[in-house]
């Protein structure tokens, strides 16, 4: 069968998923630990397989029993990815659990993952085909499972991603905000790293449109913050945020720790095009 999506640009990064790689290894650690050997999905991990390594030592770290596939759409990228494992494994470094294989939103595994991670794949599609690929993503994944797709920019300062339940039976998805604060100038300066979903959805009447604007305005309000950092900036502004938006605000999802690493996840359907 060939595998359903497109080969695409594979531009990568080492590190550049650290931020959403933070969030799933302390997010989902209950979750992933609590399942027997949880499969988890790196698709369309791009021209070099560091990021699925990096997932890989990440989740191995909270769940020893975990094992990572990389999935990728083009055969090329599979066997190079292939062939530097099998050099880590001549050098001493056993991975145990680690493989990579051709495949696209279709899934050819064992069995159901309880994690996909795909970042930046989607935003090379157009937005209805990036709709239907989260529908069969969600549909592939174990009972409790979890799809995280998201973008984020070349280094990974900037970052978006939705969190999303499997179905049927799924819970409520989420969708997570991450920058460098230090490297931020206005909370919308996220508005480039939207999902494909929502990047055409920031214009005015669209709830992500409201959502940005009330950020930049809370966080103009945070000013007189400046002097004690960005952090502080941040915190308070995400504060006020947090009585006119669902902000999470309480572990594992939200709250002061995660707010302080320049986070801010809310409800899905508080920002989903009403629609959807
Ligand atoms: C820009 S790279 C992303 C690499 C890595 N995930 C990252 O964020 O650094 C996108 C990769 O996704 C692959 N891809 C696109 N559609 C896919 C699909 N349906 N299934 C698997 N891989 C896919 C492309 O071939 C490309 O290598």
Not at 45 to 54: H, I, K, Q, R
Not at 58 to 73: C, K, M
Not at 253 to 265: N, S
Request: charged content about 25%.
């Amino acid at each position: 069968m060939r595998p359903d999506g497109e080969i695409t640009r594979g531009t990568t990064n080492p590190s550049r998923l650290r931020r959403v790689d933070r969030w799933i290894a302390q997010a989902t650690a209950g979750a992933l630990r609590a399942a027997t050997r949880p499969l988890i999905v790196d698709l369309g991990y791009g021209a070099s397989p560091v990021t699925t390594l990096e997932l890989y030592r990440r989740v191995r770290a909270v769940a020893p029993d975990a094992e990572v596939t990389g999935l990728e759409i083009d055969p090329g990228r599979v066997a190079s990815a292939s062939r530097r494992l099998a050099e880590l494994r001549a050098a001493g470094d056993d991975l145990p659990g680690l493989s990579f294989a051709v495949g696209g939103f279709e899934l050819p595994l064992p069995r159901p993952p309880m994690l996909i991670r795909a970042f930046n794949v989607l935003r090379q599609y157009p937005e209805e085909r990036a709709w239907a690929a989260w529908s069969r993503l969600r549909s592939g994944l174990a009972d409790g499972g979890l799809l995280v797709e998201g973008t984020c920019d070349e280094i990974g300062r900037r970052a978006v991603w939705v969190a999303l339940p499997a179905v049927p039976g799924g819970g409520e998805g989420l969708i997570t905000f991450s920058a460098r604060l230090a490297s931020l100038e206005r909370p919308s300066d996220l508005a480039e790293r939207l999902p494909k979903t929502l990047i055409h959805r920031n214009v005015p009447g669209e709830p992500v449109h409201q959502f940005l604007l009330d950020f930049d305005r809370a966080w103009d309000r945070a000013a007189p913050y400046s002097p004690f950092g960005q952090r502080q900036r941040w915190l308070a502004a995400v504060t006020s945020l947090s009585a006119t938006w669902p902000v999470m605000g309480h572990p594992p999802f939200g709250g002061h720790r995660r707010w302080r690493l320049g986070e801010v996840t809310l409800p899905w359907g508080a920002l989903a095009p009403p629609a959807r």
